[in-house]
């Protein structure tokens, strides 16, 4: 068994790949890698060639940083759904258990891990409304009854979609 | 069926098993059997040391050498 060291442990969760990192494995990541990094190194070259075009032509510095930081974070998402459309079609994410007993111990283990993402979702989009602007005092929008209930139900929503999307990942051996 | 689906039923062994033994995934083991991954050498060797058997009955291919 590879020992599970930083290395190791960095790849399973940027790749979100379960179990034993073997061959087969570590050879598919790093061609998902290797796809992953020719597309950003080209990207870089041309953002940065446009960045310098922008600012030889005088445009505004904010608006060339506004550009910037967009195109950069819809590369990354677009790398990001690259990644795990890939890791999931190649099945590098399957849980495999081969008898009954391991399989409820998983969906068990499963189930309290989706509550507390849920939880943790739940908080940190809470957080993240407050910051957005309101004609109400911040105590007001902390209590607000309508507020905190529409974001359970998003944070349920967000629960049992983690809890399927775990759930699909299990391989039963027959 | 492939020889290595035959000699894991005959020893016994589910994939998750021989997966387990040979520090691999099922996965792998799955993709070996049906001829959709190619194994390092040490893997082969690893599989045929579980097995009790030898890479020529696990691995060769028969019909590959009747061609030549």
Known sequence: MKKNNF???????????????????LQKINSIGNVSFMIMAVYTLISSFVVTLMMSW????????????????????????????????LKLDEISVDDKPNYKKRLAKFRKSAIISGIGFFFVTRILSLFSPADITLLDRIVSPKDNVIQLIEALIFVIFMYI?????????? | MSKLHF??????????KLANLVEVSRQT???????????????????????????NTLFWEDSDYEEK
């Open chain 1, 58 to 89: 005088n445009v505004s510095l904010y608006n060339i940083l506004i550009i910037y930081t967009a195109t950069n974070f819809l590369v990354l998402m677009a790398l990001l759904a690259y990644i795990l459309i890939a890791v999931s079609k």
């Open chain 2, 7 to 16: 000699y894991r039923k005959q020893a016994g062994l589910s994939q998750a």
């Open chain 2, 29 to 55: 083991i799955n993709l070996i059997e049906n001829h959709k991954y190619n194994p390092s050498l040490h893997l082969c060797i690893r599989i045929a040391k579980v097995l009790g058997s030898d890479l």
């Open chain 1, 7 to 25: 290395y190791t442990k960095l790849i399973k969760r940027l790749y979100g790949t379960n179990g034993v990192l073997d061959e087969y494995k």
């Open chain 1, 165 to 174: 999307v775990m759930k699909r990942k299990i391989y039963q051996e027959k």
